[in-house]
Nanobody, 121 residues
Framework: QVQLVESGGGSVQAGGSLRLSCKAS?????MAWFRQAPGKEREGVAY???????RYADDVKGRFTISQDNAKNTVYLQMSSLKPEDTAMYYC??????????????????WGQGTQVTVAS
């Protein structure tokens, strides 16, 4: 099982930016970012395949960018124009059972510990 370590979370004002990083212990064919706010279900944010195919949740399109450095087994999430509703614990995940997708959450085998993102209004 791939081990994932996240970093880069923090507190910013609305309109600000953050870049999250997730380092994997081994090569992954699919890596994704999810987020979970208190009292809400975990939801997909973006994913990227090792070949570079990407997908974003509608709410973050045009504001977030997922990228990777395959040589470093690292995936990034550049978050811009942040909104208070982006406040959540952000998790990276790797290698779902079948498809590289944003649903179901349960399909992902490996998860990071999470990094908190707080956006003030």
């Amino acid at each position: 099982q791939v081990q994932l370590v996240e970093s880069g979370g923090g507190s910013v004002q609305a309109g600000g930016s953050l870049r999250l990083s997730c380092k994997a212990s081994a090569d992954s064919w699919c890596m994704a970012w999810f987020r979970q706010a208190p009292g809400k279900e975990r939801e997909g944010v973006a994913y990227i395949t090792r070949g570079g195919t990407t997908r974003y949740a509608d709410d973050v399109k045009g504001r977030f960018t997922i990228s990777q450095d395959n040589a470093k087994n690292t995936v990034y999430l550049q978050m811009s124009s942040l909104k208070p509703e982006d406040t959540a614990m952000y998790y990276c995940a790797a290698d779902p059972a079948i498809l590289c997708s944003l649903t179901p959450v349960s399909a992902y085998k490996s998860w990071g510990q999470g990094t908190q993102v707080t956006v003030a209004s």
